[in-house]
């Protein structure tokens, strides 16, 4: 994983052109500061994805602006794995 390139983690699904990723955490306390994370990114950013999320765990999808995933949808999701590991 590059700063670019997202973790393996991340399923890619070509038609619609779309990347999903569930993130599992330890307690609800990561959980919310794992969401925090995201939502200041997505204002940083101006990408904002659908996110599910339940006590222990966030579910991220990133769909296309188009017909494929561009290096926005990509570096989003490399900037979420960071933010993951934290």
Do not use: C, K
């Amino acid at each position: 994983m590059t700063a670019t390139q997202p973790s393996a983690a991340w399923h890619i699904q070509q038609r619609p052109a779309a990347m999903t990723r569930r993130y599992d955490f330890a307690s609800y306390s990561e959980t919310r500061t794992f969401l925090d994370q995201l939502a200041a990114l997505s204002e940083r950013t101006g990408y904002h994805p659908n996110l599910n999320f339940a006590r222990n765990h966030v579910s991220v999808s990133i769909n296309a602006d188009g017909e494929t995933l561009g290096d926005v949808e990509y570096t989003f999701a490399a900037e979420a794995d960071h933010l993951a590991q934290r």
